[in-house]
């Protein structure tokens, strides 16, 4: 009789990590399929400047756009998520990036740029917050993992989508920009299964565990976590202006000081945008078993000597120090996002659109302002200039270590409440 019992408990158990791994599965397969729209802007930058006339000033202005559009509404909507859940919110903002889509496929000027790009950002301001609340629900306790498989969902679509502009877009015009909408369909119907699932435990409240929240315990002051707030934002500052001088300048760059065509540079951001994807995969697991703070640090000292480096090498060193610069950094992604929700346990969704947010905002700043230095003096200084930008990431010294994370391979209190699901 026990023995039944204990088998009875053991398959539910089973059972209810397969349906929380397939929940964390289809939020990366889906951020994947929402990054891979994403990154079509910036990818058709050199074909937009060229059929529109845009100097880099207007190139980083439509990045401007959609970024900011995505950093002001991101911590709005992770508030609003974390005291009233919107189960299907996710399916919605994906229509919007839809619509933004097939906008920037017929626009005829550079306001309706403008315009599909504030669209384009909107879907994503409701994509991010909520997803990684969700993600962090179907945790079991692993948040680094499960932050993790929710990131590199997102890099991979990144670093796929210059691919897809190389061989699709570039090739056949703008208008074949509307072939992507089958893609944001496909993601409309993956969240809206997830709006299913979340919808169910939102309506049974005992399996709305606090344990599947739960942050490592910590006794610091409302300064003290004020302040680590505000390091961790200065780290997404170095990061993300570091990134977007990659993500948005990289081909013009490779294309000025060695002559690539656009196809061929490419090829080079999709290596780095692979990188990151690698790198923000490996991040979060090792700081669930190491603690968040050992991983940044690790990021920031792995990553100075490269990009010091860069601006100095030729074409092929470039490119192996651009793909270690992409891994090492986005190694701390997930570590800082998470490490910021253990900070203010119980504000998931308000922490992590603040720091998507701010990533998003940041980089969309970035993307302007080095869009405008370009102009000025030339893209191979943007270059030499970011390359001291992660020295910021000293700065990791000052942050508190707020404890190792229980292993991941004991949550056998966590993991009760996936039971009560899955009967």
Known sequence: ??????????????????????????????????????????????????????????????????????????PVVGYFADNKPQPYSLPIGMGATLVGLLLLAHAGSFHMLILAAMLVGSGSAVFHPEASRIARLASGGR??????????????????????????????????????????????IVLFGIGN???????????????????????????????????????????????????TYYTFYLMSKFGLSIGQAQIYLFAFLGSVAVGTFVGGPIGDRIGRKRVIWGSIWGVIPFTLALPHLGLMWTAIFSVVIGATMASASSAIIVYGIDLVPGRIGTIAGLFFGLSFGL???????????????????????????PLIGLLTVLLPDIGRPSRPNRPAPLAKPALETAA
């Open 1 to 74: 009789m026990s023995v039944s019992a204990e088998q009875q408990t053991t398959t539910a158990r089973r059972a209810a990590e397969a349906t929380i791994f397939s929940i964390l599965l289809a939020l990366s397969f889906s951020h994947f399929l929402n990054d891979t729209i994403q990154s079509l802007v910036p990818a058709i930058y050199p074909m937009l400047k060229g059929s529109y006339g845009l100097s880099f000033a207007q190139v980083g202005l439509i990045t401007l756009t959609m970024q900011v559009t995505s950093s002001v509404m991101q």
């Open 143 to 188: 948040h680094g993992f499960a932050q993790s498989l929710f990131q590199v969902g997102g890099n991979l679509g990144s670093s796929i989508g210059p691919i897809l502009a190389a061989f699709i877009v570039i090739p056949h015009g703008q208008t074949s920009v509307q072939w992507f909408s089958g893609v944001a369909l496909v993601a409309i």
């Open 197 to 247: 699932w979340h919808w169910r435990e939102e309506k049974a409240p005992r399996r709305r565990p606090a344990a599947a929240h739960a942050a490592v315990p910590h006794r610091l002051s409302r300064r003290k976590i004020g302040w680590s707030l505000s390091i961790l934002f200065a780290l997404m500052f170095s990061k993300s202006f570091y990134q977007t001088s990659i993500g």
């Open 363 to 389: 980089a969309g700043i970035g993307a302007a302002l080095l869009g405008r230095l370009a102009d000025a003096t030339s893209i191979d200084f943007v270059y030499h200039l970011c390359a001291f930008l």
